[in-house]
């Protein structure tokens, strides 16, 4: 008989019944935070959430005062605990990370013990810091920028649990655990407290770039001590005149008897404060856009290059988000100078999903908060949400998050697959979904923070309650890591690229192999074949007008279609994008209802909405385009 691999957590291997994960220093009941020990720090000790001052009160808030109650955010959380036990093909998980001889049961009990540990840690300790998180904001003392205590706090915590190298590989001290288990801890982390997930992202992120692309020495250098939290990184592409348009970095990496060194600046750098940055840069001279650029790694130590400031900011308050000036800095290559598009492209697609996720989380806090509001708020003699309008809102937002986490999952599970198969045909899939994970994560949980702020009336503004802020945190999301708009282009382009290789497929089920192949039962296969049936009649019409204006040879694939032809289509893309990401929540909720049957209803609703946008995106896209080529033709002449 082979020998069966055991799962392992924090680096080593484990049996479910031998050594535990290591345990957070949690009450395990309700202790007044004065008697527990060891001695906590007043100035990072959590804050106990404090009761409203109103007879409202959200359920799991502490009932006395200075009492911290422990909460779980993954075993309180039955969509996230059915998600984990019903919607996640583990056997597959386990066998790409673990290998063909893993013990699935017995991996997947201790993956579930483990998320049972950190949904503790972070729903009781670093849920109470997030207030004061964001109200300290960054440190700046004496021209050192910092993070605040509470958030330090939080981050020792989960370095003490060994949560921070989840994903990197156990050579160089991460645990070596599969991106679709570190996504539970990334969605918990953000509902707690969206600065920390952040923070927490920026050991893994520099570490997973390093172990992909750096030398051996570099790997050894970096990467155990980014695993345990020892260091934090950053890695920075924007430049005050370089935001979405990549192209235009201009920070210059020059050689000098084989040593490289960096001069420019960069905008926007979170954890730039850090110990160390990857920096993207022009590697070779005299290059113009995506060409010719690289990834160097820079060590801050002895003032190698300068953080200028922290933003002041209203969102992710917690977050030092950084202007670093680099003038003669002593730098590394990262991989081979001139591949850092390449390099970077990739980081981003896998942040993209990241910034998904926080969505996500921001999102299930939003409706948690929601949910208990409305649940004890009484009006007209009867709680809020046993009025229509209000339980439509819940009902709404239920929806969105359950088809984000269902959409995610499957992201993830891609994601494992490719990392471990680069060439896997999981790939294009992987491709298609990103950005409509990004743009829907970040544009319908603004809308769920949006509809839970309402639902608190006029305790929603109030600083009290905690809507306010996942309101704030919640604006960031289709901000960076490529904005809603970029990623629409992304989404679009791919789309008509596909199109214009196979326009036939215009004729049958659409360009999405996916969506087509999708078939469902009674009125939520009705409903998404419907809203399917829209998107491929808009597509249709705008590829009609690109024809008309380009001519039937871009149909041939002889030529490729100009800018100026493309734009009246690229007009749409958001509209086009909106589609595209309410079709695909509304498969995978489909989908994943076959094994989570609460889910039903809620597919159900998703996909009746999936096609109510798809008819509205089609209307409004061959209603036209309203005069904005107009207007831009008469800013252009007004320049001239
Ligand atoms: C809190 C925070 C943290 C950040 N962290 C990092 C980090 O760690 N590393 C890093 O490198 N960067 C980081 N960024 C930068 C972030 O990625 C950029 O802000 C983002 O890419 C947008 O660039 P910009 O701000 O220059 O906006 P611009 O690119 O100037 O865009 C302005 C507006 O124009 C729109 N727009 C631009 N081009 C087009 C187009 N072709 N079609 C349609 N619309 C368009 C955009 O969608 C946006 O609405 C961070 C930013 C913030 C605010």
Known sequence: MPRRRRPSFGGRRRSRRGARPRLPAVPRRSVPLGRRAPAVDARTAPVPRRPARTAVRARREPRRRGVLLPVNFFL????????FDRGVPWERVVRLTEGPEADVAETVATWREMLAVAGRYIGTEVA????????????????????????KANLKGLADLGLIGLPLPREYGGSGLPFTLS???IEMLARACPSTMVQFAFYTAPAAMIV??????????YVPRLARGEIIGAVAMTEPQAGSDVGKVATEATERDGCWTLNGRKQFISAGNGDLVIVLARAVRGSRGLDGLGLFIADRADGNYVVERAEH?????????CALMFDGTKAEPLGRPGDG????LSFMNESRVGVGIQGLGIGTAALAAASAYAAERRQMDRPIREHPMVAEMLLDMETSVAGLRALVVEAALLQDTILTRPDAPERHRLRELTPLIKWYGAEEMIRVCRLALQIHGGYGVVTEYDVERHMRDSLILPIYEGTSQIQALMAVRDLMRAILQRPTGLLRGGPSAALAGARFPGAVGRDLAAGRAALIRTLRGLMAGLVRRGGIGLLRGSRQPTDAELAPFLLHAERITETLAHLHVARALAEASARIAEHRPLAARAALRARLVAERNRLTIAAGDGGVFARIARWRSAQR
């Open 128 to 151: 109470s810091r997030a207030r004061a998180v964001d109200a300290i904001g960054v440190v700046r003392d004496d021209g050192r920028i910092e993070m605040n205590e509470p958030l």
């Open 341 to 344: 598009w390449h390099g970077i």
């Open 76 to 83: 309180d959380d039955p969509d996230l605990v059915a998600t």
């Open 183 to 185: 996504a539970f801890v």
């Open 212 to 221: 992909r692309y750096g030398t051996e020495e570099q790997k050894r250098r």
């Open 313 to 321: 900011k209203f969102t992710i308050r917690g977050s030092p988000t």
